[in-house]
Structure formats: structure tokens, C-alpha cells
């Protein structure tokens, strides 16, 4: 039988600047009682909030914040799972590394 479970779901990586910031973040998560962190490592906007080869990432990251996320979670016993928005890929193939090597993935705007 199944356990229950809580989890939260982190939309705003980018509003965490440094690593002490995301791991009180993610100390606070496990302090409410959660057991599972689901941060959105790629918004609507694009960026991704997490150091790639492929993905445009977020200006300003001096660090991979969701390694810091990674490391502290499984410090303190709380699981993650990133997720990520993927039908922002084709709103600008010009900026999408993904887009541009893969020209048949991409989509019509919505009329």
C-alpha cells in the first residue's frame, strides 16, 4: 500500500540569488513538513535555471542552482524532482539551441 505524501512545487528558482538563499528555501520545505521539492528548472520565459549545453540559461547565474538544490535536499532527506515547461521551446526558435538543430519539432503559432 501507498504512503501519502506532500510536495511543493517551486515555480521561482530565479528568485533565490545566491546558494544560501535556495538552501534555507529548501530547509524551509522540509521544516513545513514536505517531503518532495518539484522546482520548475525552465519557465515560461525560456531560461533555464540550471547550467546546460542546449538550453538558453538564466543571465546572472554564477552557480547551478539546481545542483545546490540537489545537494541540500539530499542533505536533509527531501526528494526533488525538476520539471520544466517544454511548449516555450518553439514561442522563439531563434533563441533555443533545441529548436535550431531540430527543425522539425518546431510548431506553428497558435491562430
Known amino acids: 500500500m501507498s504512503t501519502f505524501r506532500k510536495g511543493l512545487w517551486q ?4 528568485r533565490y540569488p545566491t546558494p544560501d538563499d535556495l538552501r534555507r528555501m529548501v530547509n524551509q520545505t522540509k521544516e513545513w513538513g514536505f517531503d518532495l521539492l518539484l522546482p520548475c528548472v525552465k519557465l515560461y520565459d525560456g531560461w533555464a535555471d540550471y547550467y546546460s549545453r ?11 542552482p539546481l545542483m545546490v538544490v540537489a545537494e541540500e535536499a539530499n542533505r536533509i ?5 525538476p520539471w520544466s515547461c517544454v511548449f516555450v521551446e518553439s ?19 497558435y491562430m
Do not use: C, K
Not at 540559461?57 to 547551478?64: A, I, K, N, S, T
Not at 514561442?91 to 503559432?109: I, Y
Open 54 to 64: 542546449v538550453a538558453r540559461v538564466r543571465p546572472g547565474w554564477e552557480f547551478d
Open 11 to 14: 515555480h521561482l528558482l530565479n
Open 77 to 81: 532527506g527531501l526528494e526533488v524532482h
Open 91 to 109: 514561442a522563439d526558435p531563434t533563441g533555443s539551441a533545441l529548436m535550431q538543430a531540430a527543425v522539425a519539432f518546431r510548431t506553428e503559432p
